[in-house]
């Protein structure tokens, strides 16, 4: 047996603080373990000076880094084209380490058929010791409202009056489906959809509520069936009322036959698509389930500029990307560490709290605790070395080091900047 051993360092995992822990993981097995039954097994030790080590962030909403937009595929794209986009993925995915994100769910918008037979393959769930991981697709549409559709094309919506049969001849099959999809989020009014929720779930897929129109008693509906989560809350959905609270409302809904189903929320804490107090609205209501999502373009981790979109200009300034020549928003491309820092700032809440809804409340959403998320034994050894302003310093990928690309600005000016900063 060998075993790495991280020591002098503070330990963030469920919302808490565990001040001068050690942390150990099997360097064969590149998981989570045990102190060993002797000192003889430990083969490296690494010293944290201090610092905080916390589980590697997941991110279960995302539609693009560095570039790349997860959904670009197309019906016309030549085995060339696919070669390239392959490429492309791989090569975003190995950067994108770089800012404390281990694993990600990235996210198809609503497309044809084909575009789902060509695209998920690629995003097969993996285990990497140099690459943010995927964690299979997160499908956003076609099963959504035209009302609150979004950025997302109308001519690719369905519904699903025929069942499972439609679900599976748009996403490309069974296979495609069963061994690639982890999330898929449609609006439970849609004729068929609450229906099939019931087979989603048994098939190992979380079902979530968004791009919807659905009310509050809809929404109750697809919770009996099945549902476990809503996506990106408060956005592509009816606005809450004190006497219709819509689909927002299930956040901190009764519990049903005597069980706390509360769905998780995927929150975007950028400041862009949320305001500071609906987001520490949401978060107060029910911590616990509150899991941050960037939600990000395909901008995010690139410079400031302008950029082609699908026969547009758009132009990122800092992390608002808008068209060109308007004030219409396109979109945003905030990190997840940032919006962890911005949750822990809006809501007052301590750094391991605010860590938890990036780390363990992401992976309880999907059924990965066992896997991923937690500094627990058996967990793969997945890390995010932090400075007690939530910057992330280092990752360990699978006990591998990677270098941060997580920068402080201030840390970067003069200190006589660093005062003009802040006034």
């Given at each position: 047996m060998s075993v790495t051993r991280f020591t002098n360092c503070h330990l963030i995992d469920n919302g808490e603080l565990y001040q001068f822990r050690d942390l150990y993981f099997?360097?064969?097995?590149?998981?989570?373990?045990?102190?060993?039954?002797t000192p003889n097994y430990i083969t490296k030790t690494i010293d944290l000076n201090g610092q905080y080590l916390a589980p590697g962030m997941i991110d279960i909403q995302n539609n693009g880094i560095y570039g790349l937009n997860f959904s670009n595929l197309k019906e016309e794209s030549s085995p060339q084209e696919v070669t390239e986009f392959k490429r492309s993925y791989q090569d975003a995915m190995t950067k994108y380490l770089s800012s404390g994100v281990t694993a990600i769910c990235p996210t198809v918008?609503?497309?044809?058929?084909?575009?789902?037979?060509?695209?998920?393959?690629?995003?097969?769930?993996?285990?990497?010791?140099?690459?943010?991981?995927?964690?299979?697709?997160?499908?956003?549409?076609?099963?959504?409202?035209?009302?609150?559709?979004?950025?997302?094309?109308?001519e690719t919506f369905v519904d699903a009056k025929e069942g499972k049969e439609k679900l599976l001849q748009v996403y490309g099959g069974s296979d495609n489906f069963f061994e690639n999809v982890t999330i898929i989020t449609a609006a439970p009014e849609i004729p068929g959809v609450l229906d099939l929720i019931p087979y989603i779930t048994q098939h190992g897929c979380v079902y979530s509520i968004g791009h919807t129109m659905a009310d509050y008693e809809t929404g109750v509906q697809a919770i009996e069936n099945g549902c476990t989560m809503i996506t990106h809350l408060?956005?592509?959905?009816?606005?809450?009322?004190?006497?219709?609270?819509g689909v927002v409302g299930l956040i901190d809904t009764p519990a049903i036959d005597s069980k706390d189903v509360t769905p998780y929320f995927g929150l975007i804490c950028d400041g862009v698509?949320?305001?500071?107090?609906?987001?520490?609205?949401?978060?107060?209501?029910?911590?616990?389930?509150?899991?941050?999502?960037?939600?990000?373009?395909?901008?995010?981790?690139?410079?400031?500029?302008?950029?082609?979109?699908d026969g547009r200009t758009i132009v990122k300034n800092g992390d608002r990307v808008y068209l060109k020549g308007t004030d219409t928003l396109a979109g945003a491309s905030t990190t997840l560490p940032q919006c962890v820092r911005n949750l822990m700032t809006w809501a007052n809440i301590s750094l391991a709290e605010a860590v938890k809804t990036a780390t363990n409340n992401a992976a309880l959403s999907i059924g990965l605790e066992n896997e991923r998320g937690f500094l627990n034994p058996g967990?793969?050894?997945?890390?995010?070395?932090?400075?007690?302003?939530?910057?992330?310093?280092k990752i360990y990928k699978l006990g591998n080091e990677i270098?941060?690309?997580?920068?402080?600005?201030?840390?970067?000016?003069?200190?006589?900047?660093?005062i003009s900063a802040m006034l």
């Open positions: 099997d360097n064969n097995t590149r998981k989570i373990c045990h102190p060993p039954s918008t609503s497309n044809f058929p084909t575009v789902y037979s060509k695209v998920l393959p690629i995003y097969k769930k993996t285990r990497s010791s140099r690459q943010t991981d995927s964690l299979g697709a997160h499908l956003e549409g076609p099963f959504i409202s035209l009302q609150k559709k979004g950025c997302h094309p109308p408060y956005n592509a959905m009816p606005q809450p009322h004190h006497r219709n609270a698509h949320v305001h500071p107090s609906m987001a520490t609205l949401a978060y107060r209501s029910n911590p616990k389930k509150c899991v941050l999502v960037t939600d990000a373009m395909h901008l995010i981790g690139l410079p400031d500029g302008q950029y082609d979109w967990c793969d050894a997945d890390f995010v070395v932090l400075n007690n302003q939530g910057y992330v310093i270098a941060s690309s997580d920068v402080d600005v201030e840390d970067q000016l003069p200190s006589e900047s660093r």
